[in-house]
């Protein structure tokens, strides 16, 4: 029986790493993660107030800078995640957040999805016939991909390069396995896209699994850097289900 999902899994792979250039020390006061550092020195480089004439704590900074809209700042901190435990119509979605992000995800036509994992859609979880009616349907895709694989490669015995014939057969039979297929994904973004892609996916307007991503996300980037995500709010909402909404929009 494949494995079933029913919530993802994030792991923070890569942050910033502020070295200070010693001819240009800024005046620092409380507390902050590098990255939050890096964007204060961006924005004080503008000015050249390295002195900190107003005694600003690094997260007063960065929240003035949210405030005033000067987002462009945020954009010098970089964080990768990987996302494990979501769905290929997940990522569907995701993916079409462009600007300030990079991707890399599980190809279906290079790895062997015979025993790939799903992800149980959040609205069915709870329902025990819902739940069988749903993973009937994905055994039997599962079942069909694999011997939609065996066959193809059987008709395609004549391709001498074994990975090409591979790729060949799983590329086609990828066809039958549903949305709800697991993948795993690494998600690269600079704080400010973040803050967009969670503003618009943790929404009460956001499919469910998204969501929930988005508010698990929102959660992990708050203690790896409070200052860029503090006005984000995660709230209960009518249907019951997590959202989130944001303090200062489109910064
Ligand atoms: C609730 C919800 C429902 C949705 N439903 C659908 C749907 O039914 N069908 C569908 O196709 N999509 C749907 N989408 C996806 C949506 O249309 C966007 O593709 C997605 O939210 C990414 O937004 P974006 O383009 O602003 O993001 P990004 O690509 O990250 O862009 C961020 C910002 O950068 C600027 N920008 C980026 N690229 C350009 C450009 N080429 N030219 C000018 N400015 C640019 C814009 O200001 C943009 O807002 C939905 C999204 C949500 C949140």
């Known amino acids: 029986m494949p494995h079933f999902y029913t919530e993802p899994t994030i792991t923070v792979l890569a942050r910033p790493q502020f070295a200070e250039p010693a001819h240009l ?11 939050e550092r890096l964007a204060e020195f961006a924005g004080r480089l503008c000015y050249m107030s390295q002195k900190n004439p107003a005694s600003r704590t690094t997260r007063d900074y960065l929240e003035n800078i949210k405030k005033q809209g000067h987002g462009s700042v945020l954009e010098h901190a970089n964080y990768s995640l990987l ?6 119509s997940l990522t569907h979605e995701l993916v079409r957040h462009r600007a300030g992000f990079a991707y890399s995800q599980l190809s ?4 062997d999805e015979s025993d790939a994992a799903f992800v149980v ?4 979880i709870g329902d025990e016939a819902l739940r069988a009616a749903w993973q009937a349907q994905v055994e039997g895709a599962q079942a069909t991909y694999v011997a939609l694989v065996d066959r193809l490669m059987e008709r395609y015995q004549w391709v001498d390069d074994k990975v090409h014939r ?14 709800s297929t697991e ?56 249907d019951r289900v997590e959202a989130a909404r944001i303090g200062y929009h489109k910064v």
């Open 25 to 35: 020390p800024v005046q620092w006061m409380g507390e902050g993660t590098d990255g």
């Open 83 to 88: 996302l494990e435990g979501v769905s290929r």
């Open 108 to 111: 279906q036509r290079y790895v």
């Open 121 to 124: 859609p959040p609205a069915i």
């Open 166 to 179: 591979r790729k060949m057969a799983r590329e086609a039979a990828r066809g039958v396995l549903p949305n």
């Open 183 to 238: 993948t795993k994904i690494v998600v690269t973004g600079n704080a400010r896209a973040w803050r967009t892609m969670l503003e618009l996916r943790s929404s009460e307007a956001a499919e469910f699994e998204i969501r929930r991503m988005a508010v698990a996300v929102l959660r992990a980037m708050q203690a790896e850097a409070p200052a860029f995500f503090s006005d984000f709010e995660i709230y209960v909402a009518a």
